[in-house]
């Protein structure tokens, strides 16, 4: 038995509609801090931080605070909230970073909400780029409010057209050389298009991409992709896993159409 | 002597305003051709073709003919009309065809009047992004309507965080298979971010980028980069060129920061 069935219903739509309202707060957020200006720096592995990623995520902490005072909340800039609690809001504000700092329009704002590490509530947010998709646990997927449901593709369609996102090289380098299996996938997959954020799995969620390829990430990266793409009826698979110190556990995964997904789950399998 | 100063500063002044006026109306009608809808072919090359491409090339023929009758055009979609003016009006009425196709907001329209082989006006339009650069002969580059200027950068900071913009693999293989090329280039600049549309041309010239790679294009793809980048204080370099049967003289470009373009021209020539 799926374990969130013993979430009720109408609390199901309460949260999601309460996880929209707040997406919908933190875009307003971000746009005026994209016009009023904010403070850039580079964290200790070199990795940008700006003062909008610290004012959003305190935004969404607080009101996550206010209307779920028992639940727990997991983001990038600061300590977890408590953290044994059933429900766990998951959250990166500004994802992209220095696509944010560089008004590159395709860095992102993740929100989740997960129940005993199933997801229940994903939405990922491109306020730039007017471009939101959510979805909740039996409730269906969404962009810009409008069900999305994934054709899937014929396998032997895959002959290299298909349209794979996936991370820069640098994502494949960062914790450990796993460069190989980029020059790998972008060989198999030769019209992809690369970002460095959330934009990508937000496009396997629509179909715009036949899939994304994403890696080494902490769950907060990733924290609304299944449930996004799992009820738009794709197939979402992590496909690696291991420790990264200081930082902790990062993941790789592997979202969009199922036929293409296996393709590349197969792909991660044989390096 | 540049042959550009035979033109007089006040025709440059009103080829540029003209130019800018079309792509006005240019976006104007893309952006109705997405919200009515399209129709979408395969060209012999497999590669895409709407009725919104062949729509916005006539619109802006029909436009430059009513204006300048004696200049020449060329563009994508229809033959050569005044092959031999002075004057040429080049055109990718839609470059990133495949990317419009999916509604992904990279796509760009591409607009430039040359004099002579020699760039004077250049604009590249993002309807969806609400981003268009432009620049005149002598008048300087804006984005936005904002003058831009950009800054070099220290060869000694060239460490692998700058930021490259690169077409797909696709790009590097698909007339020849120059697909080591692409590996060389991704291995050397990991922060790198992949669109297959002139929006990496775009970034290049505002320095959301701090260099752009472009490979296998027809003249057309590129006629507005080079008098773009160079107003903007950038380079522009032609690394490559040959001849592709049915299709003509391809090329392969950098343009961006100097010290940058240099780095990149060094690692075209060593392969």
Same mark, same amino acid.
């Given at each position: ?24 707060? +933190? ?73 944010? !700092? ?38 269906? +997927? ?67 991409? =036949? ?49 293409? !997904? =296996? ?9």
């Amino acid at each position: 038995m799926d374990i969130r069935n013993e979430i009720p219903a109408r609390d199901i739509e309460r949260y999601f509609s309460k996880a929209l309202e707040f997406s919908v707060s +933190a875009r307003s957020l971000i746009l005026s801090l994209l016009t009023s200006g904010f403070e850039v720096k580079r964290k200790p592995d070199n990795s940008f931080v700006t003062s909008a990623d610290l004012r959003v995520e305190e935004y969404l902490r607080e009101l996550i605070r206010r209307h779920f005072p028992d639940h727990g909340i997991l983001g990038e800039e600061y300590p977890p909230t408590n953290p044994d609690a059933p429900f766990q809001w998951i959250m990166d504000p500004i994802d992209g970073t220095e696509d944010f !700092v560089q008004r590159l329009p395709t860095f992102g704002s993740i929100l989740a909400l997960h129940y005993r590490g199933e997801p229940v509530v994903g939405l990922l947010d491109h306020p730039a780029l007017d471009m939101r998709v959510s979805a909740a646990y039996g409730l269906g +997927a969404y962009h810009n409010g409008r069900h999305v449901a994934l054709t899937d593709l014929d396998p032997a369609a895959l002959d290299g057209t298909e349209r794979v996102m996936l991370p820069a090289r640098a994502n494949f380098i960062k914790y450990r050389d796993d460069g190989r299996l980029f020059d790998a996938l972008v060989r198999a997959h030769p019209n992809h298009r690369i970002y460095r954020s959330c934009f990508t799995h937000a496009c396997a969620v629509t179909g715009q991409a =036949d899939a994304a390829v994403d890696y080494g990430n902490p769950i907060w990266d990733f924290a609304a992709s299944r449930i996004l793409i799992e009820e738009a009826g794709g197939k979402f698979v992590l496909v690696r896993e291991w420790n990264v110190p200081s930082l902790g556990r990062v993941y790789g995964s592997v979202m969009g159409k199922p036929a293409l !997904v =296996d393709r590349l789950v197969d792909e991660f399998g044989a390096r």
